[in-house]
């Protein structure tokens, strides 16, 4: 793992957004695996810029994002195909038919998870995973207790996971209970992950996910297991380490 601390939240997105867009000009059919959350929209908002003052291009890649709420429609402001078109996709030059979301509406979610798992493999894999984290340890929508090993498929989300997302919505009781999420083995299967943390609320969790055990009560740890992975922190969030870190 390459753990490398910056002094803010503008800095991390930024050196991610530099990250992304090279990988994207060695490779312009770059397969990008995106997640959602706060986190990562700086990220966005960065390689945005970089799109409209640097000409940026995005019409090749293929993108596949980690997981969808089941029972939100694609027009809900909380869905996440809600979110990506709005904070990302409608504002660059990416061909629509080359995005990829899970379909939380779908009526057979087992069939869905699969097919999503073959078009991920006729993609030719994912080069490049980004990932949040949960302050539980989760990534994509796998909580604790996740197999390690587990592929696309249908996931309750834990008591502490709709209580962390409820201050997107009205009130708790309209966050969804389940999910669609690629597994923990269809992340590890990426040829490269950038984990991205930011904030004091993720120190501890992001503590445990480096420096402890590996182990399914904090699936973010079995990153260490993962040949290039590189986890971009804020002060804050590596305000618990006691590993030497590059800045
Ligand atoms: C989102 C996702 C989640 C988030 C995590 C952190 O697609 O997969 O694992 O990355 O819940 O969320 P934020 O960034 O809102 O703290």
């Known amino acids: 793992m390459l753990i490398i601390q910056k002094n803010s939240y503008e800095e991390i997105s930024t050196l991610a957004a530099k990250i992304i867009a090279q990988k994207i000009k060695n490779k312009p059919n770059l397969v990008l695996g995106l997640a959602t ?18 000409g940026l291009d995005f019409s090749k890649i ?10 939100l429609p694609q027009t809900h402001n909380q869905s ?14 990416i061909s629509k038919r080359l995005i990829n979301i899970p379909d939380g509406m779908s009526e057979k979610h087992d ?5 999503y798992e073959d078009k991920i493999r006729h993609a030719g894999g994912i080069d490049f995973q980004i990932l949040g984290i949960g302050s539980n340890g989760h990534i994509a929508f796998n909580e604790p207790g996740s197999s390690l090993n587990s592929r696309t498929r249908v996931k309750p989300l834990s008591k502490k996971t709709i209580k962390d997302n409820s201050r997107f919505f009205n009130s708790i009781d309209e966050v969804p209970t389940k999910s669609i999420t690629m597994g923990i083995g269809t992340i590890m299967s990426s040829q490269e992950i ?16 480096i420096e402890g055990p590996i182990s399914a009560m904090c699936p973010a740890s079995i990153l260490q297991m993962h040949r290039k992975v590189t986890v971009l922190l804020d002060k804050d969030a590596a305000s618990k380490l006691t590993l030497e870190i590059e800045s």
């Not at 596949?64 to 709420?69: A, I, K, P, Q, S």
């Open 37 to 54: 959350g706060s986190t990562p929209l700086g990220l966005y908002k960065a390689l945005i810029n970089m799109h409209k003052n640097e």
């Open 62 to 71: 293929t993108t596949f994002n980690l997981d969808e709420y089941i029972g």
């Open 80 to 93: 996440y195909y809600y979110f990506m078109h709005e904070n990302f996709f409608n504002h660059i030059n």
């Open 111 to 115: 069939i869905a998870c699969n097919q």
């Open 194 to 209: 950038l984990l991205i943390a930011n904030g004091l609320n993720k120190a501890e969790i992001i503590k445990s996910c």
